[in-house]
């Protein structure tokens, strides 16, 4: 099965278990894919015949605006949601990164992995 891949996304959210994460947000990355059949769309140069992915990018922007949350579980599975609405459903997959979180002594990431509609 043929994808589309948005990597590295980065989006500015209010989210976390502290009550300064939800009030002041900070970074996520986000890494989309979305598997589907992507032939006639690159044989017939149709845009018709796959997944516009600025659509994506837009909805993206608009959730972050408005969402409030402690997990970044329950952030994910919004995003699943918004991707399900927008293309139906086509297997997925998010992959939601926390860039800093706030443990003390710990300087990398910590992520989520989700999948909708996904068979292996």
Same mark, same amino acid.
């Given at each position: 099965?043929?994808?589309?891949?948005? =990597?590295? *996304? @980065?989006?500015?959210?209010?989210? $976390?278990?502290?009550?300064?994460?939800?009030?002041?947000?900070?970074?996520?990355?986000?890494?989309? =894919? *979305? @598997?589907?059949?992507?032939?006639?769309?690159?044989?017939?140069?149709?845009?018709?015949?796959?997944?516009?992915?600025?659509?994506?990018?837009?909805? *993206?922007?608009?959730?972050?605006?408005?969402?409030?949350?402690?997990?970044?579980?329950?952030?994910?599975?919004?995003?699943?949601?918004?991707?399900?609405?927008?293309?139906?459903?086509?297997?997925? @997959?998010? *992959?939601? @990164?926390?860039?800093?979180?706030?443990?003390? $002594?710990?300087? $990398? =990431?910590?992520?989520?992995?989700?999948?909708?509609?996904? =068979?292996?």
């Amino acid at each position: 099965m043929d994808a589309i891949h948005i =990597t590295d *996304l @980065r989006v500015w959210a209010h989210v $976390g278990v502290l009550d300064h994460e939800r009030l002041h947000g900070q970074w996520f990355s986000l890494d989309l =894919t *979305l @598997r589907l059949d992507l032939t006639k769309a690159a044989k017939e140069d149709d845009l018709d015949s796959t997944a516009d992915y600025s659509l994506a990018v837009q909805e *993206l922007q608009s959730l972050v605006a408005t969402l409030k949350c402690q997990t970044i579980e329950h952030f994910s599975e919004q995003v699943l949601d918004l991707l399900e609405h927008l293309y139906g459903p086509v297997a997925m @997959r998010v *992959l939601l @990164r926390k860039c800093a979180a706030p443990i003390p $002594g710990f300087g $990398g =990431t910590v992520a989520v992995e989700r999948h909708r509609h996904w =068979t292996v």
